[in-house]
């Protein structure tokens, strides 16, 4: 379990590298409605539907289409990444306590190490929290990933659909997406990263932007601008439900209460010992 918690953002690093692998050996051939399967002939083909249809709305402006494909996916994924965000600053705000059962039960010995694993269980379900949720949202836009990629490759419509400055199943010319990209991510990262009471990894706050640039920089315009629109929602939706200033001056003002009680009380033993009375420390 502590090896999955500490290295979860390298995993999911590696995992954005190994969708990049698993794009580019995707297949070539057209979708249509007769292909077959339950992934081509329902998923890659009803996602290639939905952003057509969206797209006719808006005078057949397929980067629109995807835009507001996007949109709603994350509007309707919003429970899960709250819940995600949510957990990680629970798990965040007993990282003290989580360092003092290691300092605790610093001994190698497996009894030892049993033990700690229960004290861990314990502080986490005390908590109410899930160590193994933090990915969830990920794992579930992965296959949203490798459809949306699909379905514009390969359906004729869309991969040859243009939008801005961009042709949808090219990568972007002049790589503004993919930056773009890239920096939502980087401000998403930021912000997580404030609202925690403790030091992250820094060099992966840092590594999954670059992840999401090589990604967007090779594939297709229409993956980059999922990626840009993507994460340019979660950067608002992180304001809006745990928004890092806020964290930080209720935190503030806890630590300040917590110092000005513990002044009040060291004053109020000086107090008593002046006049002789017995008081606990």
Known sequence: MNFLRKRKRLLLA???LALVVFLS???TDPVSAESTGIWEGVIIYNFARAIIWVSNLFGENYG???IIVTVII??????FTHFQQKNMQQMNDISPQM?????????????TQEKLKEEQQRLYSEAGVNPYMGCLPMLIQMPVFIALYQAVNRTPILATGDFLWVNLGQPDPYFILPILAGVFTLGHSVLMSMGRATEGNKVMTYVMPLFIVFITFRLSSALALYFTVSNG??????LLFQNPFKI??????KEAQEREAERQRKRAIKRAQKYGRNVKK
Not at 233 to 238: D, K, L, R
Not at 248 to 253: L, N
């Open 14 to 16: 590696v995992s954005m």
């Open 233 to 238: 929602f979660s950067v608002v939706q992180t």
């Open 25 to 27: 050996a995707c297949g």
């Open 74 to 79: 994350r509007a309707m994924l919003i429970p």
């Open 64 to 66: 629109i289409g995807i």
């Open 99 to 111: 360092e003092e059962l290691k300092s605790k039960y610093s001994a190698r010995d497996a009894e």
């Open 248 to 253: 930080r001056k209720e935190r503030a003002d």
